[in-house]
Antibody, heavy 120, light 107 residues
């Protein structure tokens, strides 16, 4: 059974930093691209970032480019999102998500999310 | 970035109704289109991928169609558990983009 367990969310001041983690199990982690998707309170889904299975390719939404860094440790089956220079508008529930392919594909599994709150 | 536009944004329907949600891409995305269902307080769930392929375990009352720029999600006979918000997403290119969502409410 695929499981994705996010952690690391919390309350941080504007301009601060936070590191999210996602522990994956139930599949061969290194074979699949992974994404972070966020959802602000009461709003829709916003794709944030993705990384290929081999970690050779990374992708970012314009809204976070230069402030967020996605990475993965395939030996630990863990996905990360380092967030810097956080803004109030980064407040959201952050989902870790598995993609169907090595470097792409739809999202076939989602975690339950970790909440990031950025205060002014 | 590819812009995804869903319509309608919300509507009311009754159990047993046939409902259709539309998603339009700002450029040709072939069949790289997925549909997700989200219930309040829950993570999204994949329903359809490759525009028309039903994800394993999803009831057959859900179906998807379309290619290029115009896509539809159809629920043939709405059930009580189908009242939720539905999102389309293109995975043709990065950055990935979602539609704004369609909320299906009980009439």
């Amino acid at each position: 059974e695929v499981q994705l367990l996010e952690s690391g969310g919390g309350l941080v001041q504007s301009g601060g930093s936070l590191r999210l983690s996602c522990a994956a199990s139930g599949f061969t982690f290194s074979n699949y691209a992974m994404s972070w998707v966020r959802q602000a309170p009461g709003k829709g889904l916003e794709w944030v970032s993705a990384i290929s299975g081999s970690a050779t390719s990374t992708y970012y939404a314009d809204s976070v480019k230069g402030r967020f860094t996605i990475s993965r440790d395939n030996s630990k089956n863990t996905l990360y999102l380092e967030m810097y220079s956080l803004r109030v508008e980064d407040t959201a529930l952050y989902y870790c998500a598995k993609q169907r392919g090595q470097d792409g594909g739809d999202i076939d599994y989602w975690g339950q999310g970790t909440l990031v709150t950025v205060s002014s | 970035a590819v812009r995804m536009t869903q319509s309608p944004s919300s509507f009311s329907a009754s159990t047993g109704d046939r409902v259709t949600i539309t998603c339009r891409a700002s450029q040709d995305i072939s069949s790289y289109l997925a549909w997700y269902q989200q219930k309040p307080g829950k993570a999204p769930k994949l329903l359809i991928y490759a525009a028309s392929t039903l994800q394993s375990g999803v009831p057959s009352r859900f179906s998807g169609s379309g290619s290029g720029t115009d896509f539809t999600l159809t629920i043939s006979c709405l059930q009580s558990e189908d009242f939720a918000t539905y999102y389309c997403q293109q995975y043709y290119s990065y950055p990935r983009t979602f539609g704004q969502g369609t909320k299906v409410e009980i009439k």
